[in-house]
């Protein structure tokens, strides 16, 4: 079964620096897009980042566009979020989600596995 691991939520004060991780296994990583979705307490679960399957394009919110920075490493099975220059507004449970397709997508609906969640705090 497929299963999606996050870590390296927590809290942080507003500029600083976050490395958010995510281990994948029971699926073949290497051909499946990969993304960053957050939930922000009382909205809905919304895009942050992905990743085509080798890594060669990435995508991401407009709110996060020169802050973030999207990550994968085929042979480790693990994709990675830099999230730097952290603003409260930040705050939310991040997820990682995984596609079975090359391609990847904003979609929330258009991911088939995820991960549980880590939530990440910034306080100004």
């Known amino acids: 079964q497929v299963q999606l691991v996050e870590s390296g939520g927590g809290l942080v004060q507003a500029g600083g620096s976050l490395r958010l991780s995510c281990a994948a296994s029971?699926?073949?990583?290497?051909?499946?897009?990969m993304g960053w979705f957050r939930q922000p307490p009382g909205k809905e679960r919304e895009f942050v980042a992905t990743?085509?399957?080798?890594?060669?394009?990435?995508y991401y919110a407009d709110s996060v566009k020169g802050r973030f920075t999207i990550s994968r490493d085929n042979a480790k099975n693990t994709v990675a979020l830099e999230m730097n220059s952290l603003k409260p507004e930040d705050t939310a449970v991040y997820y990682c989600a995984g596609r079975g397709t090359h391609s990847s997508s904003r979609y929330v609906n258009e991911y088939d596995y995820w991960g549980q969640g880590t939530q990440v705090t910034v306080s100004s």
């Open positions: 990743i085509t399957w080798r890594g060669i394009t990435t």
């Open positions: 029971g699926l073949t990583f290497s051909n499946s897009a």
